[in-house]
């Protein structure tokens, strides 16, 4: 396996394992992503997904003989595009939080896959760039529509323009990363933010997602009800964890989650 899919504490960790190739992307890998994403959403006391690389590298995108058959064969390109495409929106569309945590080298389509991730993580010693104008390619992997959406129509335009490799502070300074710490202490790191989660129940970390993604995209009045809606679902289910929560604090007790 390319891909490797563990879950302890409640926490699913996804790592790439091909350290030799910096963990670049096959048509197995990207089945393999499409079935550890379908496994963990289909994990209900879950509360959030990490994605980790092994090696030097977080991930480089397309594998060099994928892209040597793609530039061949335009018509194969473009199938691949649309399958690492689709499972790049299976990653956004899950109801638990995603966490990137990019331990080192990551560009094009390992930037493409940080960028569907909710928060990133990354060594002080990761390099992240889109790199792909350098080899006279536009982005195919979402970039150029996900990049602005992230943080900014100048900076993003810059970016990738540019193909200017950015160092996890500047990725901080971007908006691009919310933390940096070294990376042999990265891993504790990601924990302390997973212990911030793991405190809470997966059924309202999945409602306050699944309501920021449903209203993203939305008129702010629209969006405010998304809200309401998503909150009086969660209030209203059979297991209550809202109901429980509040109880708890008002009886000065630990909350028993479902």
């Given at each position: 396996?390319?891909?490797?899919?563990?879950?302890?504490?409640?926490?699913?960790?996804?790592s790439?394992?091909?350290?030799?190739?910096?963990?670049s992307?096959?048509?197995?890998?990207?089945?393999?992503l499409?079935?550890a994403i379908?496994?963990?959403a289909?994990?209900s006391?879950?509360?959030?997904?990490?994605?980790?690389?092994t090696?030097?590298?977080?991930?480089?995108?397309?594998?060099?003989?994928?892209?040597?058959?793609?530039?061949?064969d335009?018509?194969?390109?473009?199938?691949i595009?649309?399958r690492?495409?689709?499972?790049?929106?299976?990653?956004?569309?899950?109801d638990?939080?995603?966490i990137?945590?990019?331990?080192?080298?990551?560009?094009?389509?390992?930037?493409?896959?940080?960028?569907?991730?909710?928060?990133?993580?990354?060594?002080?010693?990761a390099?992240?760039g889109d790199?792909?104008?350098?080899?006279?390619?536009?982005?195919?992997?979402?970039?150029?529509?996900?990049?602005?959406?992230?943080?900014?129509?100048q900076?993003?335009?810059?970016?990738?323009?540019?193909?200017r490799?950015?160092s996890?502070?500047e990725?901080?300074?971007?908006?691009?990363?919310?933390?940096?710490?070294?990376?042999?202490?990265?891993?504790?790191?990601?924990?302390?933010?997973?212990d911030e989660?793991?405190?809470?129940?997966a059924?309202?970390?999945?409602a306050?997602?699944r309501?920021?993604?449903?209203?993203a995209?939305?008129?702010?009045?629209?969006?405010l009800?998304?809200?309401?809606?998503?909150?009086?679902?969660h209030l209203?289910?059979?297991?209550?964890?809202s109901?429980?929560?509040?109880?708890?604090?008002?009886?000065?007790?630990?909350p028993?989650?479902?």
């Amino acid at each position: 396996m390319s891909v490797n899919l563990t879950i302890r504490d409640r926490v699913a960790y996804l790592s790439f394992d091909r350290p030799e190739q910096l963990n670049s992307i096959t048509e197995d890998v990207i089945d393999e992503l499409a079935g550890a994403i379908a496994e963990v959403a289909g994990a209900s006391t879950v509360v959030a997904l990490v994605i980790q690389g092994t090696g030097s590298a977080f991930c480089v995108g397309l594998d060099i003989d994928l892209l040597d058959r793609g530039f061949d064969d335009p018509d194969y390109f473009k199938s691949i595009l649309h399958r690492f495409g689709h499972v790049l929106r299976d990653l956004e569309a899950l109801d638990v939080p995603v966490i990137a945590a990019v331990n080192g080298i990551t560009r094009a389509g390992g930037m493409e896959l940080m960028l569907a991730s909710d928060l990133v993580v990354a060594a002080e010693e990761a390099k992240i760039g889109d790199v792909h104008t350098s080899f006279g390619v536009m982005p195919g992997g979402g970039s150029t529509q996900r990049l602005p959406r992230k943080i900014g129509d100048q900076k993003a335009k810059e970016l990738i323009l540019t193909a200017r490799w950015l160092s996890a502070v500047e990725a901080q300074a971007y908006g691009l990363v919310l933390s940096v710490a070294p990376l042999q202490e990265l891993a504790a790191h990601t924990e302390e933010l997973l212990d911030e989660l793991r405190l809470k129940p997966a059924s309202v970390l999945r409602a306050v997602k699944r309501a920021m993604r449903r209203g993203a995209d939305l008129p702010l009045d629209e969006a405010l009800d998304v809200e309401i809606d998503e909150f009086l679902q969660h209030l209203t289910a059979e297991s209550s964890d809202s109901r429980e929560g509040f109880r708890a604090f008002r009886e000065g007790r630990a909350p028993n989650w479902h």
